[in-house]
């Protein structure tokens, strides 16, 4: 009888409805991490539009939004099956809850992309089209943490500075979008062509409690809108692989064989699936050992166009070399590794003009923004090549060369003693974006670095080979100096080591009782070359 009651009495408090007529472009919501997750749907003139889940909070810890652009004059019917009371709290504006701060909060990287509200992972469909750099990506636009996810969308111009636009892909009944990537079909092998528009098609996974399937949408206004093709899925492997393991997409066009080529994650590897439209594939082959988020290109070594292999490449970041034929690849060599830390699922653009001719790369960073209405973010572009090393032909990976023009106010110093570096250093602001270039010759094989308000943003230990815990040997290995390029964020930095040989990410994390700001330390290193410059915002002031 007790449980009766209390069954009648939740079901009085929890649920509830709203009209509201769109006259604005934004609906901003308040949410608070302290409640639990309910379910959320609109509906417009009684179809059904969209279903999520948010932590509605009449006490919001911060706010998030939608953009109701296509239905303004309508009415959206808002069903919720939680507690109603944040519903008398939703309200409609032309700018987002907290404009006023964009960009300006306090754990807002400054120099990396990461989304408005809400929270991003992978990125996906990196493509250049137009004179624009596409960055889409996984995205919660409800909540801080992952969940409920949609295509994110941000345009470039310089792979710099970026412009986010509203969600490009939402969940449908086949499941959260999961990744993919996106293809320009200039041949209108698909069809979805209007007259002399290319379309832009995406392939993602759509990923729902039972399956993971393989889905396609084309847009023809540069990415802005979406249609869904109407015979999704176009991959369906759950029972090839007895695996619900299935997804990740990334598709590129294989010229000699004018087919279209998409390597699939399957529970223990990545496939390789031809197709000549992007709707019927082909299974060809499959290489074990890789999981989730997979990438293929080609690339020259040392630059000769004469003499190239293929990268198979992986969401941890680690590959192998080999050859592939449009159908197969073949390893030659592998696995190995060129970047750790922060960066997960890297995937690298498609379509870079011949002309400009580079491999860039963007890795999702795993840091976290505490606190704030936003969480993750994008790792910085960076540019990759193949070259000849002793270990044999290894991936190089360095900031594209537009980082640069961020930097101002840079100080130059030669052959300084460890002391002299420290007093350099002892003016720069600790909480600064920066970019700092430096060699470290080290006088002892013992370990010499780089740290700042105590936290060691270089610890390189030439008695155990070790760069920050990571196994690190030289070209030359009985070379005792180090060259390094550190992009220092509020939350994050990256560091480059001897011309991108090695790269690592990281959470900035100072350590509390620390305000010991930059320091060079280790058994009396010489520092032959030191430059530190400022880096100016990515976000306009
Ligand atoms: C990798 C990943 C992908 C998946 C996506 C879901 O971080 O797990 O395999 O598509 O994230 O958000």
Not at 190 to 198: E, L, M, Q, R
Request: proline share 5%; glycine share 6%; with cysteine.
């Amino acid at each position: 009888m007790f449980s009766l009651i209390l069954l009648f009495c939740t079901n009085a408090v929890y649920g509830g409805d709203l009209n509201i007529e769109i006259s604005k472009r934004y609906l901003n919501l308040p949410v608070s991490q302290k409640v639990e997750q309910k379910q959320m749907s609109f509906s417009v003139n009684g179809c059904h539009d969209r279903t999520f889940v948010i932590r509605l909070s009449a006490e919001p810890e911060y706010w998030v939004f939608c953009d109701m652009s296509a239905y303004l004059g309508k009415t959206v019917h808002i069903d919720f099956d939680g507690d109603p009371a944040g519903l008398s709290k939703i309200y409609q504006d032309d700018r987002i809850a907290g404009a006023d701060s964009l960009y300006r909060e306090t754990n807002r990287p400054q120099l990396h992309f990461s989304s408005r509200r809400g929270w991003n992972n992978d990125p996906n469909g990196l493509i250049f089209y137009e004179n624009e750099y596409h960055l889409f990506y996984q995205h919660n636009p409800y909540e801080r943490e992952w969940g409920n996810m949609h295509w994110g969308h941000a345009v470039s111009k310089d792979l710099i500075h970026w412009e986010e636009l509203p969600v490009a892909l939402y969940p449908d009944k086949s499941g959260a979008v999961f990744s993919g990537s996106v293809v320009i079909d200039y041949d209108n092998t698909a069809g979805f062509n209007a007259g002399k528009t290319p379309a832009m098609v995406a392939i993602y996974t759509a990923d729902s409690p039972e399956r993971q399937v393989q889905c396609l949408a084309y847009s023809l206004d540069k990415g802005r809108t979406w249609t869904k093709y109407t015979n999704n899925p176009v991959i369906d492997s759950k029972e090839k692989w007895n695996s619900k393991d299935t997804r990740d997409p990334k598709v590129f066009r294989h010229t000699p064989s004018k087919n279209w080529v998409m390597v699939l994650n399957e529970r223990d590897g990545h496939s390789i699936y031809n197709s000549s439209d992007l709707k019927s594939w082909t299974f060809e082959s499959h290489v074990t050992g890789f999981w989730e988020c997979p990438d293929l290109f080609e690339l020259p070594v040392n630059g000769d166009p004469d003499n190239t292999r293929w990268v198979m490449y992986g969401a941890s970041g680690t590959y192998m070399i080999g050859q592939f034929d449009g159908k197969k690849f073949t390893p030659e060599s592998g696995k190995h590794y060129y970047t750790t830390g922060a960066i997960y699922a890297a995937q690298t653009f498609t379509d870079i003009p011949a002309s400009d001719g580079r491999k860039i790369q963007i890795g999702w960073g795993r840091i976290s923004s505490n606190n704030m209405p936003f969480n993750m973010m994008m790792l910085l572009p960076t540019e990759l090549s193949l070259r000849t090393t002793k270990n044999g032909i290894r991936l190089f990976s360095n900031p594209v060369k537009e980082i640069d023009s961020l930097s101002e106010n840079c100080h130059t110093w030669n052959n300084l003693t460890v002391d002299e570096a420290n007093s350099c250093l002892e003016s720069i602001e600790h909480s600064a974006c920066l970019q700092i270039k430096t060699r470290i010759k080290l006088s002892h094989a013992t370990s010499a670095g780089i740290s700042l308000d105590g936290q060691h943003l270089l610890d390189y230990d030439v008695n155990f080979n070790l760069i920050n815990r990571v196994f690190y040997s030289p070209e030359d290995p009985t070379s005792m100096e180090l060259s390094v390029v550190m992009i220092i964020d509020k939350t994050s930095v990256e560091v480059f080591i001897d011309d991108g040989s090695y790269s690592y990410s990281m959470q900035r994390s100072p350590s509390k009782n620390s305000r010991e700001g930059f320091v060079f330390w280790g058994n009396n290193p010489e520092i032959p070359f030191l430059e530190v410059c400022t880096m100016k915002s990515i976000w306009a002031q």
